[in-house]
């Protein structure tokens, strides 16, 4: 397998956060995390991108074991919730801050910038300052900008949960798009049952820190492995696209 | 009022008055403006009105005096100023990096050394300085066997910098805590060694704070006389002169103009200042947040290593200075043997408790009642934007630009004569330390003040809450921890500070900081530095225990 | 003795007198006045006194020199039933503070200090006249003719050296004015701005008094001052401390104590002592002015109150300023304290330090 998670461990003084988790992702699939909150989804994240150390357990990509890279060196970017965009620089600058780290010449890294600029769509927004855009745009930028370094492995923390509703609609099909497009290997963290059934190749239930269930969305929602997964995913219906993948997921019912 | 109304507060027991509600709205900035006005404008303009006293009549002669005298001591000023600054924020910035990335015991002990620096009355450090770097200096002297001479201006420059830099230090830690840690993260994440974060990210984040420490550090050495008085030899400042005229011609006319003289760099230093505050916006409205800075000095190249070293650097000059202070209080010496003795100790316990415990209870006035104004004062003029904001906040701002001895003696101008004769009483002495800390406090209430949501306040209004309401609900609760900072500041201060109040102090309100000062001045340094430590220790109980209050108050409120 | 007995007597009368007036603060006075009528009894002469002594009451405010006076003041207290409170604070300051309460001065009593501010004072009319019959006994040149001022003690000039420095250096010590000039000293002479000490103005007007060309010496001393201290006791500090092995400084029974824990010598110029009394003036308008005004002359009036005060003060200049004090004999001889004109302390001040400021700042821009 592409990734692979091999029993993770993490502990926060006494409290245990990840217990014991396994996790296995081809290359070129999207995962979603999914879970309630501080159920140990963004923990998991943090250890594959770098910026928590496991306390037990190992990480490999690509077959190779990362898990005492730091985060500068792993071959994983993140998109992190706020975006940690950089507010004193230009969306250009922001985008092409990692290709500065990589040996490249100045036409190299500007046109690499623009090239992911243009894939987001915002090429015509290159010299903006980031004040100047709107939250969707930010979020593109912050997309571009972890792209742009062209890593094995992209992670994206809950990065929709400040826009509105129409928007983050928008945007879940641009990721996915995007993500088809590159064929890019992702792992997206969220609570929200309706974004991870949309967007997920395959779906992590997490719960309480350990892996409740890992399956396909439609095996997720047809087969609940626990009653609880069943009552978190709290969907009643979905639409399906031509290729058998979800378009749409109706609630009838809050979840529970 | 809401007590009759078992329905809760709020409802028809407030509404019953709206009139005199508005009333009271009206009333509490009338007090706040009529204050500021009576408290900073009218000694000020004394001050002027002094200044332009001939012979004959009114006159500017005397700047024409001024200006030709004391160019120089103006240039000496700018100059050290700009000096102290720069070296200041290096310090500052540097310190705050080392406390921010610290951990475990290393940030306890720095933010230790911090508030104990901030706490610290005058004169014993710059005793301490001679005592470690003077000519014949432990450090400088009898360790390195350098001739070097600390009465000149980079003793000034030096000994201003390192004294300047907590307040400054714990804005920019302020500042770090708040900052986005996704950015950090953002940018290690793409590949970003420590190094490139520190230049790319941290550093240019923290620029409007380092600028704002530059500019309060610029106008705060213009002010300073205690300094170059101390410690500057032939070296004079306009503030030193001005300390000059009054101890040692008196001469009040002089004294006003060089003081108006010395407003000028000052003022145009405040300007820049809004200006660049303006363009970059306030301080970060985000919440501080727990994690600490990851960041390896250590790995962060040529600037990280600057940082480790001028930080430690600071931590050791600042932690020596107080191990000679304490020593100080224990050590005899016989013609230059040196033993331990609690003979100063004993000569300490005897004094007069009596101007300790006065100077407790002034400074506990002056805290409350400053920190209350501060905080009706910053949320009329930033929350309100009344009439006339921009001028009363930038009135609000004179005193810091001021030497205190000046601000002292616009007090007896201003207030001795009836109806307005307040000279002698206690009065004078607390709306001095009140005023003369009141733009540090009103900054402070300020940046708090941003944080709160401004919606939290359309809640109270469109619920049906008036003004006096959205005060008592959303604003006091939401600057709580404005509070807890301005009351430190102000406690502190109003124990340490002397050069304001030492016109106005009579003989029936004598306060330990003087006490402090004759014992320097007739060279008792042993009790001198027992003194000092022992107002330092008190203030910090203080201060301690208002923080345990208030936090006691805060878990139980959250839980 | 006689003196101290009429002036008791005196005071019960008053208390008396000011208990019947105002029941106000009885309680504390009359157990006073218990005190010291029965102490007095059979004392019975019908002095002037009685008439003369004005009623005592509340609290007298004292600016001082130091704290070093409390039992003098104590003594006050006990005698008259007068609360006194003190603060410390130099002489300039108490000017400086005077000029800008514009006439509603909050102290009493300005007690100590160079006497060249008390000559100031007068001039802006800020001084109370106190007028007494012992003031008689005083000697002319040490108290106002009007009575504005008068003089408490002497304060004298010398140098004090720091010997391990002196001989690490490799310096002869100064004897007179003169060997100050030799450029060995260069740099380790330290004296106080004189606009600030009344002691090194007296220096400098002493000098510019007896010396032919007075300027031209502080030209060429001003080659040796490493800088002029803008504290008072700095130069005296700062030697002890060895930062600098001359200081021009006040000599009296504090320095004196000195020489067993520090290893310094005390020189008494042989080419003459400057010299500068220590004023004493009541404030005018101020709240208690009688009391004030009793106060020096009940000090004046009793050698007992004066031996005390030249005890507190480690002076005994008071001799030379009321010749008929017994108990005080002048530990230094009299002689060599410098010809000096009192009359020009205050007429010349504004000049000289004038001149001094110049020839203090022309070292400062070569520097």
Known sequence: MYLELEHLDKRFGEKRVVRDLSLELAQGELLCILGASGCGKTTTLNMIGGFLTPDGGRILLDGQDITPIPPEQRPVTTVFQSYGLFPHMTVLENVTYGLKFRRLTGQQIRERGMSYLELVGLADRAQSRIQALSGGQ?????????????????????????????????????????????????????????????????IAVMEEGALAQLNTPEELYRRPATPSVARFLGVDELEWRQDGTVWKAIRTRGPI | MSKNNPVGKGASGDALFPAVRRLADRLI???????ICLFILYPMLCILWRSLQGEGGLTGDMYGVVWEQYGRSLRNSVFTATCTS???????????????TGRGWRRALGMGLLLITMVSPPFVSALAYIQ???????????????????????????????????????FLIGMLSRMDRDSLMSARDLGAAPRDILRDVVL??????ILVCVLLSFVRSIADFGTPVTIGGRFTTIASDIYLQLTGYSNLEKASAMNMFLLVPSVAAFFLYRWLMGKTGPVSGERAQQQRLQLSLSR???????????????????????????????????????????????????????????????????????????????????????????????????????????????????????????????????????FKQLPTTTKICAATLSQIPEAQERAVRDLGGDQLNVMRDVIFPGLRPAFLSCFAYNFSSSMTTAGAVLFLIDPGHQLAVFKLFDAVYSGEYALASLMATFIIVIVLLVEGGVYLAMGRKERSHVS | MKMKKLISMALALVMVTSLAACGGNGGEQSSQSGNVSTSQSGAGSTSQEESQTPELSGTMKVVATGDMYGPLFDKFTEETGVEVEVLSMSSGDVLSKLRAEGGTPSADLWFGGGIDAFMGAKDDGLLEQVQFDAAADLADNYKDSEGYWYSKGITIVGFLLNNPLMEELGLEAPATWDDLLDPSYQGEIIMSNPAISGTNYAVVNALLQTKEDGWGYFDGLNENVAYYARRGSDPLNKVIADEFAIGITYID??????????????????????????????????????????????????????????ELDQKTGVKIIKPSLEGVEVNYDTSILMEEDLSLFGSQREEILAQFETLMGDKAVNE
């Not at chain 1, 099909?173 to 497009?181: A, D, G, P, T, V």
């Not at chain 2, 924020?89 to 406390?99: E, G, H, K, R």
């Open chain 3, 253 to 310: 029974g504090t320095v004196e104590a000195l020489l067993p824990d520090y290893d310094v010598t005390i020189v008494y110029p042989e080419d003459g002592l400057p010299w500068v009394p220590e004023g004493v003036a009541v404030f005018k308008n101020a709240e208690n002015v009688e009391a004030a005004k009793y106060f020096v002359e009940w000090m004046f009036s009793d050698d007992e109150n004066l031996t005390l005060l030249a």
């Open chain 2, 132 to 170: 470690l770097y003077g000519r014949r200096g432990w450090i400088t002297y009898r360790l390195l066997g350098l001739s070097w001479n600390p009465y000149n201006c980079w003793g000034v420059i030096w000994m201003q910098s390192l004294s300047f830099v907590p307040v400054n230090a714990l």
């Open chain 2, 29 to 35: 900035l009338l007090l706040l403006l009529g204050g």
């Open chain 1, 138 to 202: 930010q979020q593109r930028v912050a997309l571009a900008r972890s792209l742009a370094v062209e890593p094995k492995l992209c992670l994206l923390d809950e990065p929709f949960s400040n826009l509105d509703a129409a928007l983050r609609t928008k945007m879940r099909h641009e990721l996915k798009r995007l993500q088809r497009e590159l064929g890019i290997t992702m792992v997206f963290v969220t609570h929200d049952q309706e974004e991870a059934l949309i967007l997920a190749d395959r």
């Open chain 2, 300 to 434: 962060c190249g040529a600037a990280g290593w600057l940082a480790l070293v001028t930080g430690g650097l600071f931590f050791g000059m600042i932690g020596l200075q107080y191990v000679c202070i304490v020593a100080t209080g224990f050590i005899q010496r016989t013609r230059g043997a040196l033993s331990f003795t609690t003979q100063y100790l004993e000569e300490l316990l005897e004094y007069n408790s009596e101007t300790m415990v006065r100077s407790v209870i002034y400074a506990l006035i002056v805290a409350l009642v400053g920190t209350l104004f501060a905080m009706l004062f910053s949320y009329y003029i930033y929350r309100r934007r009344v009439r006339w904001n921009t001028f009363f906040d930038c009135l609000a701002t004179l005193p810091y630009m001021l030497p205190g001895t000046c601000f002292g003696i616009g007090y007896i101008l201003a207030f001795n004569h009836p109806p307005l004769k307040l000279t002698g009483t206690a009065i004078i002495v607390l709306a001095n330390m009140l």
């Open chain 2, 86 to 100: 720069l070296l200041c924020t290096l310090f500052s910035t540097a310190t705050a990096l080392l406390i921010s």
């Open chain 2, 204 to 209: 240019p984040l923290l620029r409007p704070g």
